[in-house]
């Protein structure tokens, strides 16, 4: 028997928020009540396509033994025979539901997934639509392993459910798209901090970090005899090699700077500055390595500043139209210190505030005079 004061309780608690939220939580806190309430699950999935450079779609599998575990799949997912060979195209593009009583030898030939539920021993499959208020649609699937499959009783919860759920699925979706879209485009933190309303003029804070200025040597040249098009393939080949070392050392890359970048290693609480220029030093060895080993290596190479100090990281603009940056002297300085490592023909430099950390020795190789700044500045290639 299936205890509907508990059913409606829980869609109750589905149509308030789910509160306290994430949606982890919620497809634990779904899947276990339900199972309370009599319906023999014996795992449902969540399919939900996403806007994401590298991500087309996830899944949120929740098990008894196991609660809730992610998978997501890449952007070719929706020509791979894992999505078109199974019941998803269908429910999301048609709104329908599909049903397969398992233990029916005629209906296992029309899906994948069928075949690979028998052998783990589940007698039903349901996958129903969760249509959003602009009719974006995204799916879930119930299974189960009871030698009887559903009831029409526990079909009926399922449709009791779907709305509300796909509400709840909604609202997820839009924050996770919306961090994902402005993670892309302005970095992880600053993503981060504008998600959390620092999204007025002047917003932002006081931050220490090491400095990464790069450009691609050779790419000027290349510039007057490509296409467009060839362009901005070749910059995607080289930014694949060059950017992941940022990442794996901590580093945020704030700006793409046409032919280069522009990134932070912050340093305070829990990193030193020792650690964070050693850090986007490392970063800067393992991307000339990377980049040289490359076929586009062949083409470009690497150039690149590094300094440190206190800058403001933050939101500025004019009306409707606004930049989360880094703005301050140091940040004017690395870029100097960078079109003098050009001057100067050395491939990687760094200021004073930085060589004593670097990750190899450093020597002096000039003093060259930084527009904005009085005197001689020393530049060091390491």
């Known amino acids: 028997m299936i205890d509907t004061v508990a059913i409606e309780e829980l869609v109750d608690w589905m149509i308030d928020g789910a509160r306290p939220g994430g949606m982890t939580r919620t497809l634990d806190v ?31 599998l929740w098990t008894p033994e196991g609660g809730v575990a992610m998978s997501e799949g890449g952007i070719d997912l929706y020509s791979r025979d894992e999505y078109v060979k199974n ?4 429910v999301t593009s048609k709104q329908v539901t599909i049903r397969r009583r398992l233990t029916n030898p005629n209906m296992l030939s029309d899906y994948l997934i069928l075949r690979e539920l028998v052998a783990e021993g589940f007698t039903d499959y349901v996958a129903q639509p969760l249509i959003f208020t602009t009719g974006e649609t995204h799916a879930v699937t119930w299974s189960t392993k009871h030698p009887d499959g559903w009831s029409d009783d526990a079909i009926a919860v399922f449709e009791r459910i779907r709305r509300p759920f796909a509400r709840l699925v909604e609202a997820y979706l839009l924050r996770l798209n919306a961090a994902s879209i402005i993670s892309a485009y302005v970095g992880r933190n600053s993503g981060e901090q504008i998600l959390q309303g620092r999204i007025h003029r002047g917003d932002g804070e006081e931050i220490d970090a090491a400095i990464l200025f ?25 930014y694949d090699v060059m950017v992941p070392p940022v990442e794996a050392h901590g580093g945020e890359i704030l700006k793409f700077l046409g032919d280069g970048f522009f990134a932070i290693f912050p340093y305070g ?10 850090a986007a030093s490392e970063t800067v060895m393992e991307g000339e390595k990377a980049l040289a080993e490359a076929e586009v290596g062949k083409m470009v190479g690497f150039r690149s500043a590094i300094h440190a100090g206190r800058f403001l990281y933050g939101n500025i603009g004019g009306a409707n139209r606004l930049d989360f940056t ?30 004593e950390h670097l990750c190899l020795p450093p020597r002096l190789v000039a003093e060259a005079a930084f527009k904005g700044f009085e005197g001689l500045q020393p530049v060091y290639a390491y």
Do not use: C, M
Not at 40 to 49: D, E, K, N, S, T
């Open 214 to 238: 790069t450009d691609l040597i050779g790419f000027a040249g290349l510039s007057s005899t490509r296409s467009g098009a060839e362009l901005v393939t070749l910059l995607n080949a080289a």
């Open 326 to 355: 880094a703005i301050g002297q140091p940040v004017n300085y690395a870029a100097r210190l960078l079109a003098a490592a050009s001057e100067l023909d050395q491939p990687r430099v760094a200021s004073a505030a930085a060589l």
């Open 269 to 278: 609480k829990d990193i030193s500055l020792a650690g964070a220029v050693k």
């Open 30 to 60: 779904i899947g276990r009540r339900l199972v309370g309430a009599g319906l023999p699950i014996g795992r449902f999935a969540l399919f939900v396509g996403t806007l994401h450079p590298n991500i087309a779609g996830r899944r949120l």
């Open 87 to 90: 019941p998803l195209p269908v």
